[in-house]
């Protein structure tokens, strides 16, 4: 079992930065991948970007390439995401998730309880 706890969300103006941190319980964090996906209301859950478990292979979303990175670190139970030159289309909530396949939403099975991202014009 592994639970995921983010934080860092917050209101930042466009062309901003924030970095979000997701922090894991369980020892086998670092065994699984990790992935970050966005949700704007109205809108289906959107994949961003996935990390293997040793944290050399990403596969990113084309639409934040250049713009979004993830990153994490085995010893402290905690994957980022670095997001600059955000946009308000950015804006949505991002979850953290754990133990699945690159954008396959269904394949996670670990999921945080988001954290809110605003971008404001």
């Known amino acids: 079992q592994v639970q995921l706890v983010e934080s860092g969300g917050g209101l930042v103006q466009a062309g901003g930065s924030l970095r979000l941190s997701c922090a894991a319980s369980?020892?086998?964090?670092?065994?699984?991948?990790m992935a970050w996906f966005r949700q704007a209301p109205g809108k289906e859950r959107e994949f961003v970007v996935s990390?293997?478990?040793?944290?050399?292979?990403?596969y990113q979303s084309d639409s934040m390439k250049g713009r979004f990175t993830i990153s994490r670190d085995n010893a402290k139970n905690t994957v980022y995401l670095q997001m600059n030159g955000l946009k308000p289309e950015d804006t949505a909530v991002y979850y953290c998730a754990a133990g699945g396949t690159t954008y396959f939403t269904s394949s996670y099975g670990f999921w945080g309880q988001g954290t809110q991202v605003t971008v404001s014009s």
């Open positions: 990390i293997n478990w040793g944290g050399d292979i990403t």
């Open positions: 369980g020892r086998a964090f670092s065994r699984y991948a």
